[in-house]
Each structure stands twice: as structure tokens, then as C-alpha cells.
């Protein structure tokens, strides 16, 4: 079969149940910095490349800056009408078919919320869904919780790039987790399971986990179990 390139994602919003994806703008700038506000540590900072801000105006500057181009494609997380955190689609390649989540920033708020995990099969749906053959996840070697989280979301560990970038003055290995078009179906299905209302009692508590919903997709290797075992200094919880 003749591969056919998809289209690259626009600016157009991506309806959930529990969130909204819309893309970023200038007035989301207040109510994501209160958000980002209430991480008084920082811990979410560790491993981007932006960030902290000091102010308002010094994150208006960034965001004015992230919202002009289209590689990463910005995007506010919205919750009950009130952005509470971003995301993007990046490193965007319609001729090879391969798109990846990452400048992930989730607030204490989000984090460990379905709205949190909802957000990223939305990204992970929209992409396979428009065509892409492959969706790539892409953090810090050190970051553990990032790790983790692409491992729940039915991303395959790939391996470690060492000495990949620099970011604060400081080296990044970078760990690479993707998923393909064929564990689609397998992976949409997880999904549409664990955000079922009856996988969930009347306080929120998940009865089956997400994890085990995908873990006969994760490719396993000696490496990808080694990320289960708890690591010191790990930072902050990503879904």
C-alpha cells in the first residue's frame, strides 16, 4: 500500500470529556501562571527547558514567543473552563509519519488527574487518527516519573541517547518511549476502558488501573523493567 502523508495538526480545538485542548493564546497567561503558582518548589521546572518564571510578565514573554510558531504546536489544557496546564505536538514529520507529546507542563492541579491522562489520548488519538505511523515521547534519562508515565500510557521504552542536548547548563541523556500505528486499536481500546464512568467509583477511585490496561502493549526488555523500580531524587508526578 502506498503510504499517504497526513496533514499536519492545525489550530483547532480537541474536545474530551473531562478537558479541553485549545490551542495556547495570550489570554490563558494569568490563569496558568496562578496554576503554576502553586507549585511553590518548582518541581515541575526540573527537566524543562523553560521555566520558572518570576512573574507574570516574564511568562507572558515566553508564551508570546511559544505561540507564534507551529513546531511545537502549543496547547492549553482546560478544565471547567480554566487553563491549567500546556502541551504540545512537536517535532511534526508528515513524510515519515512520526509526531511527538512533549514541553508537557502540568501543574500539581492536574497532575494525577483523569483530566491529566485524558489530555494525552486526546494528542495520542488526533495523531494516529489523522495518519501518523508512529508518536513519540522523549524525556530527561533522569526523569523517572516522565518515564513511567509514557510506560502507563502504552509507550514502548527505546532506548537512552546519551549526552543528547544540554539544557540549563546542564548534560541530558535523553530516554526515548513510542508507539506505532498497529498498537492503535489495542491502545484506543485501553484508553476507552479506563475513562469508562463505571471504571471509576463515586469518589473518583479507579477500580482497574491504566497500567495494567496497557501492559501487554509495552514492549518489555530488561531496560523496561528496570523502570519500575522506585529511583532517589525522582521529581514531581507527571499523570
Known amino acids: 500500500m502506498t503510504y499517504s502523508q497526513p496533514p499536519r495538526p492545525d489550530r483547532s480545538a480537541i474536545e474530551g470529556r473531562f478537558c479541553q485542548l485549545v490551542p495556547l493564546s495570550l489570554h490563558h497567561a494569568?490563569?496558568?501562571?496562578?496554576?503554576?503558582?502553586?507549585?511553590?518548589?518548582?518541581?515541575?521546572?526540573?527537566?524543562?527547558?523553560?521555566?520558572?518564571?518570576?512573574d507574570l510578565a516574564?511568562?507572558?514573554?515566553?508564551?508570546?514567543?511559544?505561540?507564534?510558531?507551529?513546531?511545537?504546536l502549543q496547547f492549553a489544557v482546560v478544565v471547567a473552563g480554566?487553563?491549567?496546564?500546556?502541551?504540545?505536538?512537536?517535532?511534526i514529520d508528515p513524510g515519515a509519519g512520526t509526531i511527538e507529546i512533549g514541553y508537557v507542563a502540568f501543574p500539581p492541579a492536574l497532575q494525577?488527574?483523569?483530566?491529566?491522562?485524558?489530555?494525552?489520548?486526546?494528542?495520542?488519538?488526533?495523531?494516529?487518527?489523522?495518519?501518523?505511523?508512529?508518536?513519540?515521547?522523549?524525556?530527561?534519562?533522569l526523569n523517572v516519573p516522565s518515564r513511567m508515565a509514557a510506560l502507563r500510557l502504552g509507550l514502548s521504552y527505546e532506548g537512552v541517547f546519551r549526552q543528547a542536548a544540554v539544557v540549563k547548563g546542564r548534560n541530558r541523556d535523553t530516554a526515548?518511549?513510542?508507539?506505532?500505528?498497529v498498537e492503535w486499536p489495542q491502545l484506543y481500546?485501553?484508553?476507552?476502558?479506563?475513562?469508562?464512568?463505571?471504571?471509576?467509583?463515586?469518589?473518583?477511585?479507579?477500580?482497574?488501573?491504566?497500567?495494567?490496561?496497557?501492559?501487554?502493549?509495552?514492549?518489555h526488555s530488561v531496560a523496561?523493567?528496570?523502570?519500575?523500580?522506585?529511583?532517589?531524587?525522582?521529581?514531581?508526578?507527571?499523570?
Not at 58 to 72: Q, R, T
Not at 176 to 181: E, L, M, P, Q, R
Open 30 to 54: 494569568a490563569d496558568l501562571f496562578a496554576a503554576q503558582a502553586e507549585d511553590a518548589g518548582g518541581a515541575m521546572w526540573a527537566y524543562m527547558p523553560n521555566g520558572p518564571f518570576a
Open 112 to 141: 494525577r488527574t483523569i483530566a491529566a491522562t485524558e489530555a494525552f489520548y486526546l494528542l495520542i488519538k488526533w495523531s494516529f487518527e489523522a495518519g501518523y505511523r508512529r508518536l513519540e515521547w522523549k524525556c530527561n534519562a
Open 176 to 181: 526515548w518511549f513510542a508507539a506505532i500505528d
Open 82 to 91: 480554566r487553563a491549567v496546564g500546556t502541551m504540545s505536538l512537536m517535532r
Open 189 to 219: 481500546a485501553a484508553f476507552e476502558a479506563w475513562l469508562d464512568a463505571a471504571n471509576f467509583d463515586g469518589e473518583g477511585r479507579q477500580h482497574v488501573s491504566l497500567s495494567s490496561l496497557t501492559a501487554e502493549i509495552v514492549a
Open 58 to 72: 516574564a511568562y507572558e514573554a515566553w508564551l508570546a514567543s511559544a505561540i507564534a510558531g507551529d513546531d511545537p
Open 224 to 239: 523496561a523493567e528496570a523502570l519500575t523500580r522506585p529511583a532517589p531524587g525522582q521529581v514531581g508526578a507527571l499523570v
